[in-house]
């Protein structure tokens, strides 16, 4: 039987499967390269943080249909993350088909990254329960950091133990974050066991470790762990010397500031905003206000931090001037001052009671800058009006703001009710401050000695067997100064120093000379209930005086004396720096707890208001 139909040609199914596969090959070139290209776009949108030029690529990607792909959507994950976008990236997350450890290890860095420790932990342990990706030290070490920005002990150790456990403790990246982890949650002794327990550190290592000590004050330890690393010839960043500057600036030692300075300036690091900033403030510290509009002035860019960081030093050498000049610049360079310049521009205002200057600041700071007043501004205006005088004002302000008032408002009240003898509102102030503070046995002896004052004898014996009585604290006085890089501290009625024998005798000389020009112990600086003679001797023996006296011994004529004090410097040992300078022919720096005094030839820079 002969088929119905018949072909004239035969098919060639050889020739079709080999140019199918050809146009097929093609399209899945042309689509591979162009997906590259996408893929490289979306990088350089990360790193330029340009979310509306990436959102178009990841429309082509959809368009493409390669949405799914996980290289492609771990991209577009740090590209979201890094444009802030957290809650996109959160869900290219959720609706990947397959994830990798770098999907898990992105998503968790974002939320760290962007400030949402708790979802870096909390997606941490549902990895963990899913049990399908092996985690990697970058996922440890990512997830400590967020315990870091948290401030979470409990939760760092349970990570140290699970790093323990999975023989992570050795890597360095791990290692860092613990020791970083443990700094920051004030628990340095813990840290600097991780530190050296690691077998291998890098310089993010020898930094966090160097910023740690200094975070928690421990300035010493910063400066001789620098020196180590500098003895072992390692590299170290800008970080690690910014850092160290501040170590100095809270020693106040300025040689050793110098000395850190120069190291700044062979690495090539001086320019930069964070080590300048430091930079800046260390020498301002240092009572070294001239050096520090130097290093400001040298720089060509500047930004909000460093302009209030030289404010900050003027104010607080109650350069108010310098400190409004700068304010008036810093506007016309173009930036706009924030809540740090008005604290700043507001203290300046309280070292030298202008009052009404002040208070155009405080109105100024919300009509044109739009900066909404907080604690720290209202405590400023407090400490404004109450050092000029204006105690009940003061007391109408804490009473009528939109805050609690802070120990700190209640103790500036306080300590103007002393300087202009308010017993009523002292006693308001003190019973406030005895609640927010029942173990500062500063409060109970300032109420003491506002009674002494006014001479109300009965009361400050109470007072006074209350602090003996109880758990209260009173902080010791003490000064400091830097001779040769070395730093001698004396307290009140010294008897340690090596040399306190010389030292007494070289002040008792110079009280005498004081006194024949004019100098007379003003005993009711000395609140004790003792006859004057001892008052005297009392006073003689306050320890900026006796660190002013081994400043004169040691140091060549002419150099300039730097003080530090823990505490408010008291009325007497102030007209003493003030007739020292005129003996000594040099200049007495004198930081206390509150600002810089700068004597000259029988004159101070506070004007005798402090």
């Known amino acids: 039987m002969k088929p119905l139909l018949r072909y004239k040609h035969k098919f060639n199914y050889k020739s079709f499967s080999s140019s199918a596969i050809a146009s097929a090959s093609a399209n899945a070139n042309a689509n591979a390269t162009e997906l590259s290209t996408l893929q490289a776009t979306l990088q350089s949108c990360a790193r330029e943080r340009a979310p509306v030029r990436g959102k178009v690529c990841h429309a082509k990607i959809i368009g493409m ?307 909404l007043p907080n604690v720290f501004h209202y405590s400023c205006m407090i400490d404004i009006l109450g050092r000029a005088g204006l105690i009940h004002e003061a007391y109408d302000l804490i009473l009528n703001m939109p805050f609690d008032a802070t120990a700190s408002m209640w103790g500036s009240l306080l300590a103007s009710c002393r300087n202009y003898r308010n017993l009523e509102l002292a006693e308001i102030a003190a019973k406030q401050l005895f609640g927010m503070e029942p173990d500062n046995a500063g409060n109970h002896l300032l109420l003491s000695n506002i009674y002494a004052a006014n001479r109300r004898w009965e009361e400050v014996a109470r007072s006074r067997k209350l602090i003996r009585d109880s758990e209260v604290k009173k902080e010791k006085s003490k000064s400091w100064v830097e001779i040769k890089g070395k730093v001698h501290t004396f307290t009140v009625g010294e008897r340690n120093h090596p040399r306190i024998a010389e030292i007494y005798s070289k002040l008792e000389k110079l009280v005498e000379e004081m006194k024949n020009l004019g100098y007379k112990p003003e005993t009711e600086h000395d609140l004790h209930d003792v006859e004057d003679s001892r008052k005297q001797e009392l006073l003689i023996h306050h320890s900026e005086k006796l660190a002013l006296t081994f400043g004169l011994m040691c140091l060549c004529p002419g150099v300039p004396i730097r003080i530090m004090k823990n505490l408010r410097i008291c009325g007497d040992c102030h007209i003493f720096m003030k007739f020292a300078s005129r003996i000594a022919g040099r200049e007495i720096i004198v930081r206390d707890l509150n600002r810089f005094h700068h004597f000259t030839n029988g004159s101070c820079s506070c004007w005798d208001f402090w």
């Open 65 to 371: 249909g390669l949405n799914n792909d996980t290289l492609t959507s771990n991209i577009l994950i740090n590209f979201y993350s890094k444009c802030g976008l957290i809650s996109d990236a959160r869900k290219m997350f959720d609706e990947m088909p397959q994830r990798c450890i770098v999907s898990w290890n992105t998503i968790i860095g974002s939320y760290t990254t962007n400030g949402r420790e708790q979802e870096a932990v909390a997606l941490f342990i549902n990895m963990l329960r899913e049990g399908k990706t092996p985690y990697s030290e970058f996922t440890v070490s990512s997830v400590l950091c967020a315990c870091a920005a948290k401030r979470d002990v409990f939760e760092c150790k349970q990570l140290h133990v699970f790093a323990l456990k999975a023989a992570m403790d050795w890597n360095v990246f791990v290692g860092t974050a613990l020791l970083d982890v443990y700094a920051k949650c004030g628990l340095i002794t813990d840290a600097s066991r991780v530190f050296e327990s690691m077998p291998e550190r890098n310089e993010v290592t020898w930094s966090s470790m160097v910023a740690g000590f200094v975070q928690n004050e421990l300035y010493e330890e910063a400066l001789i762990l620098f020196r180590r690393a500098q003895v072992l010839g390692l590299e170290y960043n800008q970080f690690t010397i910014s850092s160290v500057i501040c170590a100095c600036a809270g020693l106040a030692a300025l040689i050793q500031g110098k000395q850190v300075h120069a190291v700044l300036c062979k690495t090539g690091f001086g320019s930069n905003m964070f080590a300048a900033s430091s930079l800046v403030d260390m020498y301002a510290k240092c009572g070294c206000v001239v050096d520090a509009y130097f290093v400001f002035s040298g720089l060509e860019e500047k930004n909000v931090v460093l302009w209030n960081t030289m404010i900050s030093g003027f104010s607080r050498h109650a350069c108010s001037v310098e400190v409004m000049i700068l304010f008036e610049k810093m506007q016309q360079a173009g930036l706009h001052p924030n809540e740090q310049t008005y604290i700043s521009v507001l203290s300046a205002c309280s070292h030298i009671g202008m009052v009404e200057k002040g208070k155009s600041y405080f109105d100024l700071m919300v009509k044109q800058h739009n900066v």
